[in-house]
């Protein structure tokens, strides 16, 4: 068993807990980086300010265990996102986001804790134009355990298919789990990980505390709950070779990162990432600042 702990990134004005890709994995299954936003608390007149930044290459995936967001895109989207709904963004060859604390709840003062992943596309998918879903909770599937409460976020598993949609073997589910629960793990991923947002479970007789990733061996095995808490299980199929992850941009060969770093330097605004609508603002490249 792999056990990662996280690393704190700035991402802009607040931190994360960064677990993947690490120096001893870069991805399971097609997910390729995984951060973990608070728990953090906010006072008022304070949030997340996250300006318009470029993607390619690869889905993003958001969805906050408490806490709201705002979404801004370069294909006009505007969506703010609550806790158990999922915001499914595809980059493909290029779009730019913006990621936010809406005025109302950044004036009454907040919490905010959630996830967010970054799914690699199949390279027979890399070129495709941008997109990006919505889904709210209740369009998710639940699926009821002793002691538990299973959201399929993307996939199938546990007789259940999210209406997600993926184009690789993708499993992605949030835990929310009681004291003394006991979860099996599927066994239908070929590559499977395992992440404590909270609380502290047992795997494989080792304790994981919150923030601490696990990636198991083969076979099938279970974790016990130690202390209530969020865990999210996610993995899938093997990705159909290694990525090159530079900044925000994801792609299978470095010519696919160069030529976006250009387009981005040259046009960040209106360019081959388009714009957000409503602002002007940009975040440089990194060997720019």
């Known amino acids: 068993m792999l056990r990662i702990d996280g690393q704190p990134r700035d991402l802009g004005g607040f931190r994360v807990r960064r677990l993947l890709p690490h120096p001893e994995r870069q991805m399971v299954g097609p997910s390729i980086l995984f951060d973990h936003l608070g728990p953090a608390e906010f006072a008022p007149g304070e949030g997340i300010d996250v300006r318009p930044h470029p993607h390619i290459g690869l889905a993003t995936v958001t969805s906050p265990f408490e806490g709201v967001l705002r979404h801004r895109d370069s294909l006009g989207f505007v969506q703010d996102i609550h806790p158990e709904a999922v915001n499914w963004m595809t980059a493909g060859r290029g779009i730019q986001h913006s990621e936010r604390t809406p005025p109302e709840v950044r004036a009454a003062g907040h919490r905010i804790h959630a996830i967010q992943t970054w799914v690699a596309r199949p390279r027979a998918h890399e070129e495709t ?82 923030g601490t990733m696990a990636i198991p061996g083969p076979g099938p095995c279970r974790f016990e709950v130690e202390e209530a808490g969020h865990v999210m299980l996610f993995g899938g199929a093997p990705m159909d070779g290694p990525r090159i992850v530079w900044w925000n941009l994801v792609a299978s060969d470095r010519g696919r990162i160069e030529a976006a770093k250009a387009a981005w330097r040259e046009a960040p605004v209106g360019g081959r990432f388009g714009a957000v609508p409503g602002g002007t603002e940009w975040i440089p490249l990194p060997e720019e600042r």
């Open 129 to 210: 134009g941008p997109a990006f879903v919505h889904h709210p909770a209740a369009t998710l599937p639940v699926i009821a355990a002793p002691g538990a409460r299973l959201t399929l976020i993307a996939g199938t598993a546990l007789g259940a298919t999210s209406p997600v949609a993926v184009l690789h073997p993708t499993f992605y589910l949030h835990v929310e789990a009681e004291a003394g629960a006991a979860i099996d793990l599927p066994d239908e991923p070929a590559e499977l990980g395992l992440y404590v947002a909270s609380g502290a479970v047992r795997l494989g007789g080792a304790r994981l505390p919150a």
